[in-house]
């Protein structure tokens, strides 16, 4: 077996192995939903659709996010940005799971308006593989009793799990980075020798002659 061929054929298998790992790193996580409905007279006049997402299944090292909306009953999350009146209960959230990165720690608070959607968005990334359990806790207060502890209640606390995955110890960055050398590496050793059979032709094809000249 010739060098040439040696080189085309590791070419083929680096070019192979790289696009499955670079396939297998942009691959986007796949989301786990969890809704609730929480009757009319919990949370103020109107009912609410709590609605948690996350990331059930991702890469390690990558980052992404976990959202808890609260929207009207009837309402789209998406649109119901704008509310009218005064608030009549507050909306405290706090994300708990351990052997995870996550941002804003501790417990995050927003006023529940009628009529509009509140949202609470945690970035999160797990440095480790393997598997992740937590919870997602919600509590709503009154508005005007802050120093009554006993007026705030549980509305909801969703348990989440996270699989954090890699491949051959690489996270998502690593196994970008090194799949696209990889593919970019295999394709140049897999397609040089059409390149130089391509070049050998082309310089074996004869000249055409010119035509002659007239003064």
């Given amino acids: 077996m010739s060098g040439q061929s040696l080189r085309r054929i590791v070419g083929l298998i680096l070019l192979s192995l790289s696009l499955a790992l670079l396939v297998w790193g942009l691959q986007p996580a796949r989301l786990e939903r969890h809704t609730l409905m929480i009757p009319p007279g919990e949370l103020g006049a109107e009912g609410r659709l709590i609605t948690l997402e996350w990331p059930a299944l991702l890469r390690r090292q990558d980052s992404d996010?976990?959202?808890?909306?609260?929207?009207?009953?009837?309402?789209?999350?998406?649109?119901?940005?704008?509310?009218s009146g005064r608030a009549?209960?507050?909306?405290?959230a706090r994300l708990e799971?351990?052997?995870?990165?996550?941002t804003p720690p501790g417990e995050v608070t927003q006023a529940l308006l009628s009529g509009r959607a509140v949202q609470f968005i945690w970035s999160m990334r797990a440095m480790q593989a393997g598997n992740f359990n937590g919870a997602v806790?919600?509590?709503?207060?009154?508005?005007?009793?802050?120093?009554?502890?006993?007026?705030?209640?549980?509305?909801?606390?969703?348990?989440?799990?996270?699989?954090a995955q890699d491949v051959f110890g690489l996270g998502g960055p690593w196994a970008r980075a090194l799949g696209?050398?990889?593919?970019?590496?295999?394709?140049?050793?897999?397609?040089?020798?059409?390149?130089?059979?391509?070049?050998?032709?082309?310089?074996?094809?004869?000249l055409q002659p010119s035509p002659p000249h007239w003064d």
Avoid: C
């Fill in 97 to 102: 799971i351990e052997g995870v990165e996550y």
């Fill in 137 to 163: 806790w919600l509590h709503s207060q009154p508005v005007g009793v802050e120093d009554n502890p006993g007026a705030r209640q549980v509305i909801a606390a969703p348990k989440i799990e996270i699989q």
């Fill in 180 to 206: 696209s050398a990889g593919a970019a590496i295999g394709a140049v050793f897999s397609m040089e020798g059409l390149l130089i059979g391509f070049w050998r032709w082309l310089s074996r094809k004869p």
């Fill in 65 to 83: 996010f976990i959202r808890l909306t609260l929207a009207p009953e009837g309402g789209d999350p998406e649109n119901s940005l704008s509310g």
């Fill in 88 to 92: 009549q209960f507050m909306a405290f």
